[in-house]
């Protein structure tokens, strides 16, 4: 089932950041962004204020220019020199008006520059304006993130079995493809078990489909428990399994396809304690295999299993 997107974040608190080294322009923006539902904080120059972001981790900058120890523009510089704060985006509020300063002021990566004395009203309107975009940008970072979960959902599920969360028919023959290629181009060993549930019409009939469903869930927690990693375990179709076991010799498939064996006779289901079996046929890739051959030579080794009284595993003949 595909998952929705997770809600709109909520947003804390925004905080503003202001940097001035007169006390009196800090206390009139204080209360005034106060006023407006911002969390304040204030430095006295651009040293402290460097000093500052990281811990108080503004989403909006307020800075003068003209400072003691370190002026607006080298702090702006080396915010945006910064990973860490170069996404901030810094509003210059400075009483130098000269064309000059204002490029300059852009140029570092300011967001906005605001001469001073400044309209309260336009000020306002402004900071506004760009926490706005601070929130639109989390957004879409928040749903690009969720688009790309969703992505890999969607991928995933293209591939998977939907009931048993193994591999689907489509996708293990596209892998037995890719591996076959893979095992003759390195002169690999590739084998290939095919495995099916037995008397499982007789098991439906006798305890209902979604008894069997459970089994056919459980039997497949069995075989991804029992394989190693790039092992290729997929849902063949209806209660018959695949197993795609590349480097793996016949012998070494014939290990793997046991140990699932023994695990599913040992089982029991339901408060009954049904118990359930399996048979299997091996068949390792030859060189003058088609990846189709070598499926249907293990197809008919796991049929020979099943004539020969079933819970069994047969390989090559």
């Known amino acids: 089932m595909i998952e929705t997107l997770t809600p709109v974040p909520e ?3 925004m905080a503003i950041l202001i940097v001035d080294d007169v006390p009196a322009n800090i206390q009139f923006l204080g209360k005034l962004l106060k006023d407006e539902g911002f969390k304040i904080a204030p430095a006295s120059n651009g040293k402290k204020a460097l000093e500052m972001i990281p811990r108080v981790k503004p989403d909006l900058v307020l800075m003068d220019v003209m400072m003691p120890e370190m002026n607006g523009f080298e702090a702006c510089r080396r915010m945006k020199e910064s990973a860490e704060m170069k996404d901030i985006p810094v509003i210059f509020l400075s009483a130098r008006t000269e064309t000059e300063d204002v490029i300059k002021g852009f140029k570092l990566g300011a967001a906005d520059y605001i001469q001073k004395p400044f309209n309260a009203d336009e000020l306002l309107v402004r900071v506004r ?5 601070v929130r639109n940008r989390r957004l879409i970072i928040h749903y690009m993130d969720e688009l790309g979960k969703q992505n890999v959902l969607l991928q ?3 591939i998977t079995d939907g009931l048993t969360g193994l591999y689907n028919h489509s996708h293990c023959m596209d892998r037995l493809q890719h591996e076959a290629a893979n095992a003759k181009r390195y002169n690999n060993p590739l084998t290939v078990a095919m ?5 499982f019409k007789e098991l439906n009939d006798s305890y209902g489909h979604p008894f ?3 089994v056919l869930v459980d ?3 069995i075989i991804r428990s029992s394989i190693r990693e790039g092992d290729v ?3 063949y179709g209806g209660e018959e399994f695949i197993l795609i076991l590349p480097n793996t010799s016949l012998d070494g498939g014939l290990v793997i396809a046991e140990r699932i064996r023994s695990k599913i006779e040992s089982h029991t289901w339901g408060k009954e304690g049904v118990n359930v079996t399996i048979s299997g046929g091996l068949n390792s890739l030859q060189s003058d295999e088609t990846p189709s051959e070598l499926i249907k030579l293990a197809d008919d080794n796991l049929y020979h ?3 020969a009284g079933r819970n069994r595993i047969l390989p090559a003949l």
């Open 11 to 13: 947003f804390e608190e």
């Open 129 to 133: 304006n760009h926490i706005e975009l």
């Open 156 to 158: 995933q599920l293209a």
């Open 195 to 199: 495995l099916d549930l037995d008397y």
């Open 212 to 214: 069997g469903d459970t």
């Open 219 to 221: 039997v497949a927690e």
């Open 233 to 235: 375990p997929g849902r």
């Open 305 to 307: 299993a099943k004539d």
